[in-house]
């Protein structure tokens, strides 16, 4: 069985034929590719991980609390700069965590952030 014909037939399985609607016009290297990703692609977890989509499991635990926190105006120079090493550190390892903050918080920190050359998404 060649590989189109495999192909096809995973396809066809799947109700996914329509990826080889142009398959004729295609060069030979972007058959190749084509055929490639095909065949590598588990349908069967495809269809799985959907079908979990329509069975969405609902966490019955809701517990929003606040977190400890420390007041910035509170703490020392040595100990502000002790805390944004730390949380630099941090980021370059890879770690982050989620906070929302009011204020404008979020944008100095954004500039803290950039001054540093630390890149992140928003």
């Known amino acids: 069985m060649t590989d189109y014909e495999k192909a096809k037939e995973i396809l066809s399985k799947y109700g996914q034929e329509h990826l080889l609607l142009c398959y004729k016009k295609m060069t030979d290297e972007n058959k190749s590719k084509l055929l490639g990703q095909i065949l590598e ?48 550190e941090e980021i370059k390892n890879g770690k982050l965590a989620v906070v929302t903050m009011a204020g404008g918080q979020g944008t100095r920190l954004r500039a803290l952030w950039t001054e540093r050359n630390i890149h992140f998404a928003s």
């Open 41 to 88: 692609i588990d349908f069967e977890q495809i269809n799985e991980l959907y079908g979990q989509t329509k069975n969405p499991k609902v966490k019955k635990e809701n517990n929003i609390e606040p977190i400890p926190y420390i007041d910035k105006s509170k703490i020392t120079n040595v100990e502000i700069q002790s805390y944004t090493e730390k949380g630099v």
